[in-house]
């Protein structure tokens, strides 16, 4: 399994990014697609993910209500629309891949999304 995230860029406070994750190879049986974050000095932090099977996701508190994670299993895309976005939420996203819960076992490159004004 291959994945590709991409859309960051250079925002203002308060703008809006939708970040995408395209998945190739044998995506069917794959549990959940995660996007994680990495600001700079800082750790990784789980951001958000969706399960394949139901569509139930999870968001971590610092982005509750601000972003909104889907999937479009016709394209095999993954997606994480970011509004209202802060300059704390600058970082480098990436996108993962689960084949079973608890653990990413596929990751893509990193997209770099700087919030700035």
Do not use: H
Not at 41 to 70: H, L, M, N, P, Q
Not at 104 to 111: A, C, E, H, L, S
């Amino acid at each position: 399994v291959q994945l590709q995230a991409s859309g960051g860029g250079l925002v203002q406070p308060g703008e809006s990014l939708r970040l995408s994750c395209a998945t190739s190879g044998f995506t069917s049986d794959l549990y959940a697609i995660g996007w994680y974050r990495q600001a700079p000095g800082k750790g990784r932090e789980e951001v958000s993910c969706i399960v394949s099977s139901d569509g139930s996701t999870y968001y971590a508190d610092s982005v509750k209500g601000r972003f909104t994670v889907s999937r479009d299993n016709a394209k095999n895309t993954a997606y994480l629309q970011m509004n209202s976005l802060k300059p704390e939420d600058t970082a480098v996203y990436y996108c993962a891949a689960a084949k079973n819960p608890g653990k990413y076992d596929y990751w893509g490159q990193g997209t770099l999304v700087t919030v700035s004004s």
